[in-house]
């Protein structure tokens, strides 16, 4: 009799043992089965949080307008050629220096002299020369910037335009249309000049020119 009744008591405690673990786990499964719904909740109130930020009261998609670099309409007369070398022809084409570096490196990280024709709270327009190379850098509006920052990123560009068709001739005015479409030049002679690098991108615009293989320049160029 004694052992029937430890027997029996044995199997309850087993069976009660079983009932509350099948509780913990029910509870367990409860908890990762919450936790899973805040997390999408959680990211869908993100998205929805990021999508009207990028939408005005109305709900439309707020986008600015692109810049256009009306190039046909730009000047085309014959300008007078530039020898590369002639650093302050080049300088003055651009206007007043606002700041002078004399401790600035070229794209290549060599020692070299940045010119700046802009105060630093307005978009850039600079000027590089180092041993090697000429460089030319600007701002390069986006869409969403505002009306004044895109119409000086158009004067800045017409500028280097000019220059290009200076030192290149025509085919230099060929290489800032190509360059404000979107195409990225290496390692290219344009009209006498070996380009290094050219593009336009991320806010930024650059023309490089390697010096050291340029050929000289003509009196004019038509």
């Given at each position: 009799m004694l052992n029937d009744n430890l027997q029996t008591f044995v199997v309850g405690i087993i069976m009660a043992a079983g009932v509350s673990l099948s509780a913990c786990n029910g509870s367990e499964s409860e908890v990762v089965k919450d936790?899973?719904?805040?997390?999408?909740?959680?990211?869908?109130?993100?998205?929805?949080?990021?999508?009207k930020s990028d939408s005005?009261?109305?709900?439309?998609?707020?986008?600015?307008?692109?810049?256009?670099?009306?190039?046909?309409?730009?000047?085309?007369?014959?300008?007078?050629?530039?020898?590369?070398?002639?650093?302050?022809?080049?300088?003055?084409?651009?206007?007043?220096?606002?700041s002078k570096d004399e401790s600035s490196l070229d794209y290549a990280s060599n020692p070299a002299t940045k010119y700046r024709f802009m105060q630093n709270d307005k978009p850039?327009?600079?000027?590089?020369?180092?041993?090697k190379y000429l460089e030319f850098g600007w701002y390069y509006a986006n869409p969403t910037d505002s009306d004044s920052e895109k119409e000086l990123s158009q004067k800045h560009a017409k500028k280097v335009y000019q220059m290009s068709r200076q030192l290149m001739g025509d085919e230099g005015g060929k290489v800032?249309?190509?360059?404000?479409?979107?195409?990225?030049?290496?390692?290219?002679?344009?009209?006498?000049?070996?380009?290094?690098l050219a593009k336009c991108e991320f806010y930024s615009c650059m023309l490089v020119l390697n010096k050291s293989a340029a050929s000289p320049a003509g009196t004019d160029i038509s």
């Open positions: 936790t899973a719904v805040e997390t999408v909740t959680e990211q869908t109130s993100t998205a929805e949080v990021q999508a005005d009261m109305d709900g439309a998609t707020v986008e600015g307008v692109p810049v256009k670099y009306d190039l046909a309409s730009w000047p085309n007369d014959a300008v007078e050629a530039v020898d590369i070398n002639e650093l302050d022809g080049i300088v003055s084409t651009f206007g007043k220096v606002v850039y327009l600079d000027v590089i020369d180092s041993q800032l249309n190509r360059m404000l479409n979107g195409q990225i030049i290496k390692n290219e002679t344009v009209g006498g000049q070996k380009i290094e």
